[in-house]
């Protein structure tokens, strides 16, 4: 059972990224299925989440409006769609799991972190 996340790189303030995280072993279709970041020398910040149902999807203050989040099952992954980056996103991505099973939490942070993450370098 694993999540995986990828997609990271290094981006221009006003660029895009899109990060994906992909499950093996289980099905992601009954799950929400979050991300959430860390910046060297800072607490962890959960970013958004999506229910099994896409109608459920929460996103942090920071990021509304420039990041989307988005699942497809049929490829098992969650996507983050990242526009208008800024440098104040640099941080390593996890992939995240809710402990509501298939609705997102109630406290966004309450998301739990998985894998080793991608990182993501916001860099002019």
């Known amino acids: 059972v694993q999540l995986q996340a990828s997609g990271g790189g290094l981006v221009q303030p006003g660029g895009s990224l899109r990060l994906s995280c992909a499950g093996s072993?289980?099905?992601?279709?009954?799950?929400?299925i979050g991300w959430t970041r860390q910046a060297p020398g800072k607490e962890r910040e959960a970013v958004s989440c999506?229910?099994?149902?896409?109608?459920?999807?929460v996103y942090a203050d920071s990021v509304k409006g420039r990041f989307t989040i988005s699942r497809d099952d049929a490829k098992n992954t969650v996507y983050l769609q990242m526009n208008d980056m800024q440098v104040e996103d640099t941080a390593v991505y996890y992939c995240?799991?809710?402990?509501?099973?298939?609705?997102?939490?109630?406290?966004?942070?309450?998301?739990?972190?998985w894998g080793q993450g991608t990182l993501v370098t916001v860099s002019s």
């Open positions: 999506i229910g099994s149902s896409v109608l459920n999807k």
């Open positions: 072993g289980f099905s992601l279709e009954y799950y929400a």
């Open positions: 995240a799991t809710s402990p509501e099973g298939s609705w997102c939490p109630k406290a966004l942070n309450d998301l739990n972190p």
